[in-house]
């Protein structure tokens, strides 16, 4: 009878502990799988980000891309209309640069412009009215012209060189002078600021009376 009720005993204990096993094997397990929907959920966020980012990068390179558009809108370059008779000041004074010679004098003459941005390229007409008669002043073949840029208020100048009547024999009176401005047809009428000048022998050469091209 003992040896009986030991072995039922036994009995009894190794199936108490056969059935805690396979129930502590599935409280292990239930962490782990709980753990690994949240490992999942977490990387699908991760990649929802980065999409986001990829789309704001696209949008940087789409605004960079309008610059060269404007830059070449504004590259245009408007070459500006020779300078008119009716948009220039012309104005006339005693020229005080230094003279080639002692015996010379000169006279300046200046265009203020009242308009737009205008160009003033070459040599001016003017014409002397004398004591002697009519007068075209020549210009000087030993300096070549320019284009001359003005804007609005801006001066351009020009000389006219001529030698002065040596004292004790007659020169020629400057009444009037007419000024036509390069490239022009119409023109103004100044008086004359300088003194006689030099004509026939007391002239003395060729280069007695000439004028310079316009410069500023």
């Given at each position: 009878?003992?040896?009986?009720?030991?072995?039922?005993?036994?009995?009894c204990?190794?199936?108490v502990?056969?059935?805690?096993?396979?129930?502590?094997?599935q409280?292990?397990?239930?962490?782990?799988?709980?753990t690994?929907?949240?490992s999942?959920?977490?990387g699908?966020?991760?990649?929802?980000?980065?999409?986001s980012?990829?789309?704001?990068?696209?949008s940087?390179?789409?605004a960079?891309?309008k610059?060269?558009?404007?830059?070449?809108?504004?590259?245009?370059?408007?070459?500006?209309?020779?300078?008119?008779?009716?948009n220039?000041?012309?104005?006339?004074?005693?020229?005080e640069?230094?003279?080639?010679?002692?015996?010379m004098?000169?006279v300046t003459v200046?265009?203020?412009?009242?308009?737009d941005?205008?160009?003033?390229?070459?040599?001016?007409?003017?014409?002397?009215a004398?004591?002697?008669?009519?007068?075209d002043v020549?210009?000087?073949?030993?300096k070549?012209?320019s284009t001359?840029?003005?804007a609005?208020?801006q001066?351009?100048?020009?000389?006219?060189?001529?030698?002065?009547?040596?004292?004790?024999h007659?020169?020629?009176?400057v009444t009037?002078?007419?000024?036509?401005?390069?490239?022009?047809?119409?023109?103004v009428k100044?008086n004359?600021?300088?003194?006689?000048?030099a004509?026939?022998?007391?002239?003395?050469?060729?280069?007695?009376?000439?004028?310079?091209?316009?410069?500023?």
């Open positions: 009878m003992l040896v009986v009720t030991g072995l039922a005993l036994t009995a204990q190794g199936s502990s056969g059935s805690a096993g396979p129930g502590a094997s409280a292990a397990s239930a962490p782990s799988s709980a690994a929907p949240g999942t959920g977490g699908s966020s991760s990649g929802t980000t980065g999409s980012s990829g789309t704001t990068g696209s940087s390179g789409s960079g891309s610059a060269p558009a404007g830059g070449a809108s504004g590259s245009g370059k408007v070459t500006p209309a020779a300078c008119t008779t009716a220039l000041i012309p104005d006339v004074s005693v020229g640069a230094t003279p080639p010679e002692s015996d004098a000169s200046t265009f203020g412009n009242k308009g941005t205008c160009t003033l390229n070459g040599f001016a007409g003017v014409h002397l004398t004591s002697a008669g009519p007068t020549p210009r000087d073949g030993r070549k012209p001359v840029t003005l609005k208020a001066i351009a100048t020009f000389t006219i060189w001529y030698r002065t009547n040596p004292k004790g007659p020169g020629d009176k009037t002078m007419t000024i036509t401005p390069p490239g022009e047809t119409h023109s100044m004359w600021p300088g003194v006689e000048f004509t026939g022998a007391d002239a003395g050469g060729t280069d007695t009376l000439y004028l310079e091209p316009v410069s500023m």
